[in-house]
């Protein structure tokens, strides 16, 4: 491998750990209350995530396709806004995740491993 290959690799490997960040932290706020695009992309944005509508709604219509999400259609000042809710398999998962990242937060930062 070339060294000018890497950044490309790193690049896709960046994007793949970054959406499922976004992924999880969707699940984790339609879990709190409904939530809908415009108030997803500002939350993350608090978290650091600029997201476009393009990268965004995507991610969106996969939760709900595969039965972690519900779509609830709402109309809010005369237009229509899309909001999600978590399902029941969308909390199953949820749990899990944040199984997993406690053990692996707790497992990368332990401070006798080194790094």
């Given at each position: 491998?070339?060294?000018?290959?890497?950044?490309?690799?790193?690049d896709?490997?960046?994007?793949?750990?970054?959406?499922?960040?976004?992924?999880?932290?969707?699940?984790?706020?339609?879990?709190?209350?409904?939530?809908?695009?415009?108030?997803?992309?500002?939350?993350?944005?608090?978290?650091?995530?600029?997201?476009?509508?393009?990268?965004?709604?995507p991610?969106?219509?996969?939760?709900e396709?595969?039965?972690?999400?519900?779509?609830?259609?709402?109309?809010?000042?005369?237009?229509?806004?899309?909001?999600?809710?978590?399902?029941?398999?969308?909390?199953?998962?949820?749990?899990?995740?944040?199984?997993?990242i406690?053990?692996?937060?707790?497992e990368?930062?332990?401070?006798?491993?080194?790094?």
């Open positions: 491998m070339k060294n000018q290959e890497l950044p490309v690799i790193w896709r490997l960046a994007r793949q750990f970054f959406i499922g960040f976004v992924r999880t932290h969707i699940l984790y706020h339609a879990a709190e209350q409904p939530v809908c695009g415009a108030d997803l992309t500002a939350e993350l944005a608090r978290h650091g995530y600029r997201l476009s509508p393009g990268t965004l709604y991610v969106l219509h996969e939760l396709a595969s039965g972690y999400l519900r779509c609830l259609p709402n109309v809010r000042q005369g237009r229509r806004v899309k909001r999600y809710t978590i399902t029941a398999s969308g909390r199953q998962v949820l749990v899990r995740i944040r199984k997993q406690k053990e692996l937060v707790n990368v930062m332990d401070s006798g491993h080194a790094g």
